[in-house]
């Protein structure tokens, strides 16, 4: 190969057309996935109601996508097939983006890669069909067709089979294209999708009825399944312009990844850290360490409030105004989380059963009864220094006096509350708890911890959080442009206890720390601040410390394990956990409850089908 010498002026040439198109390409179609997301939303912004998409081999040998759009006239196939050609912006505002395609660079770029035939027709015109091949066209020609389009793209990267090699097993590609129709049928419940892969059904889902909210439950039931929408929260919220509907799960209901996480920005499927970052922000403290959220969030907003042209894969957004952006998704995620006060998932009643149930191998436990990550416990003075909060913990309601009673029955209890009355104690730690249609087992010092959590977290909530002076005052030397971004929320960490200021430039003199978190690197803390700032944009790293000590002061102020209740003591429990917001799950993110349905006890015993 010949290597141009370095000391040679290298020659400025322009680019043949279809060598840009392949270069072009690159950028929009990676995968046989994105292709179909590329030619499903140009059938979307066609008005499609009802699309069907036929693969083979994965996507490397056919993609076919037919839709019963608007459809386009032969003189537009030639056009559509032109880089920058399209019907939905006029260029004169990139920001009133109304739609999924603006780029036009699609259809040209599959065309360049692959072998593309195009056939459609309008509403009483006549039908028409294109061929282009390796970004060779042809003229159009008539063609019989029902109105709609149907694109067929064959022997994808044939034009350039270097990028074959990347590509992965077929049931991969095909799996990665089922993950495509699936996210883009959870957008559109009024839209049909079906999709067939080498001649066998993949995925179908009819188009929905009714009104909007109701039409995204009944299709998020068809494609994340009952269980999930069992075990969700709806989510309503509006602020600053923008609109935030969904459905997030309880966090008993976490998943290992992040792979049932799915948020929408006017409809369109986006990966964008800063949203992803903010559901992240909404369960905190109420997830255990490894475990992830799952929710379906739609936000809306006017286009001029959000930036969609940020790269070609528009899977990426700029808001105009990013903390109202995540404060909308924090502040609607811990409300419903807080509304739904002592709910812990189904799947953790199914769990238990299922442990009842004899089995061959020993199964190992879910992963939410792992053993959770628990901070180093404080000191003694950092905990008295902390709000003085210590007497309201150990003032708990419940008498530290062990009860003389360790297992009881009494039918004068009433059962119609929601978690029952308590019926025994066993093993000093379990509450057993009878209601009208089953039972309730609570672990009763994971659910005071939480108890008292809640109690200190609201408390600590009404008053400034204590700050403690340095003898001498810590600097902190950082690049300048650290310095600007950590000064820049100079107010907020003074509100919880961290007070900074300039000195100099490129650094910074912390003054005083908050006084509950005793032995604190700070360096390490700002440095950690300064991560969050530039991956999010904010940081909740300071109020992720503060919260682990009230966490760590809540567990040493509940009742201990091995402590006999008596009944009243333990249905005290139980009618607190009914009024306290998150008593489903620990401050580490286990279960505090499970329940055993009646049936589902009998089914266990042979008493019924």
Same mark, same amino acid.
């Given at each position: ?7 040679? $002026? ?5 680019? %043949? ?43 490397? +040998? ?10 386009? #006239? ?11 050609? !399209?019907?939905?912006? %006029? ?13 036009? &660079? ?23 069909? @294109? ?17 709609? !389009? ?9 034009? #350039? ?33 079906h999709l067939t892969a080498d001649g066998r059904d993949i995925f179908r889902a009819d188009a929905e009825q009714g009104e909007l909210f109701g039409a995204y439950q009944t299709r998020l039931t068809r494609v994340m399944g009952v269980e999930f929408i069992d075990n969700t929260l709806p989510i309503d919220a509006e602020r600053d312009g923008l609109t935030l509907t969904g459905f997030a ?7 290992? #990844? ?26 905190? %403290?109420?997830?255990?360490?490894? +475990? ?25 957004? $700029? ?27 189904? !799947?953790?009643?199914?769990? #238990? ?20 990550? $628990? ?136 003054? &005083? ?45 509940? @009742? ?29 993110? +286990?279960? !505090? ?17």
């Amino acid at each position: 190969m010949n290597t141009p010498s370095p000391h040679m $002026r290298p020659t400025i040439r322009q680019l %043949d057309e279809a060598t840009a198109n392949r270069i072009a390409a690159g950028e929009v179609v990676e995968r046989p996935a994105s292709a179909v997301k590329e030619l499903v939303e140009n059938a979307l912004d066609a008005g499609a109601t009802r699309i069907t998409i036929d693969i083979e081999a994965g996507g490397k +040998r056919l993609i076919r996508v037919s839709d019963n759009g608007w459809g386009m #006239t032969p003189g537009d196939l030639p056009l559509a097939l032109s880089r920058h050609a !399209t019907s939905k912006i %006029d260029g004169s505002d990139l920001l009133a983006i109304n739609s999924f395609g603006f780029r036009g &660079e699609a259809l040209p770029s599959l065309g360049a890669v692959g072998r593309l035939t195009i056939t459609s027709r309008t509403d009483g015109g006549d039908g028409a069909v @294109i061929a282009v091949s390796g970004g060779k066209v042809t003229p159009p020609r008539p063609a019989a067709a029902n109105q709609g !389009t149907v694109v067929e793209l064959r022997d994808l990267f044939f034009a #350039t089979p270097a990028r074959l090699k990347f590509l992965r097993t077929d049931r991969a590609e095909a799996q990665a294209v089922a993950d495509v129709i699936r996210r883009l049928a959870m957008a559109e419940p009024f839209v049909g999708f079906h999709l067939t892969a080498d001649g066998r059904d993949i995925f179908r889902a009819d188009a929905e009825q009714g009104e909007l909210f109701g039409a995204y439950q009944t299709r998020l039931t068809r494609v994340m399944g009952v269980e999930f929408i069992d075990n969700t929260l709806p989510i309503d919220a509006e602020r600053d312009g923008l609109t935030l509907t969904g459905f997030a799960a309880l966090p008993t209901f976490s998943r290992g #990844t992040a792979v049932a996480q799915h948020v929408y920005v006017n409809g369109r499927p986006v990966r964008d850290k800063l949203l992803t970052g903010a559901l992240k922000a909404g369960y905190m %403290d109420v997830l255990a360490p490894g +475990r992830h959220p799952a929710a379906v969030l739609y936000l809306a907003c006017d286009p001029q409030l959000v930036d969609v042209n940020v790269h070609p894969a528009k899977a990426e957004v $700029r808001f105009r105004d990013p903390q109202a952006a995540r404060g909308l998704v924090v502040s609607a995620l811990r409300h419903a989380l807080a509304h739904a006060g002592h709910r812990a998932s189904s !799947t953790v009643g199914d769990a #238990t059963l299922q442990a009842f149930r004899p089995e061959p191998d020993r199964q190992p436990a879910p992963p939410y009864a792992q053993q959770a990550w $628990r901070p180093d416990t404080p000191s003694s003075a950092s905990i008295r220094a902390a709000l003085d909060l210590q007497a309201p913990v150990l003032d708990s309601g419940f008498s530290e006096t062990p009860s003389a009673r360790y297992e009881l029955v009494n039918d004068d209890t009433p059962i119609s509350a929601p978690l029952g009355a308590a019926r025994a104690q066993i093993h000093e730690n379990y509450i057993i708890a009878q209601t009208e249609d089953g039972l309730i087992v609570v672990d009763q010092h994971a659910a005071h911890e939480r108890l008292v959590y809640e109690r200190l977290k609201a408390q600590a909530a009404t008053r400034a959080i204590p700050a403690q002076a340095m003898l001498i005052p810590d600097i902190v030397e950082l690049p300048e442009a650290d310095a600007t971004r950590i000064l820049s929320i100079a107010d907020e960490l003074a509100e919880m206890g961290l007070v900074i200021e300039p000195f100099g430039p490129g650094a910074i003199a912390i003054r &005083e720390t908050p006084a509950m978190l005793a032995r604190l690197n700070t360096k390490a803390l700002i440095n950690d601040i300064l991560d969050d700032l530039a991956d999010q944009g904010t940081s909740d790293r300071l109020r992720a410390r503060l919260d682990a000590v009230l966490s760590s002061m809540a567990c040493h102020g509940s @009742i201990r394990s091995g402590r006999r209740m008596s009944a009243d003591e333990m249905n005290a429990l139980l009618r607190e956990m009914e009024r306290t917001p998150r008593s489903g799950q620990c401050n580490h993110g +286990r279960p !505090t409850w499970v329940k055993l349905r009646l049936t589902d006890i009998e089914r266990l015993f042979g008493r019924s089908d």
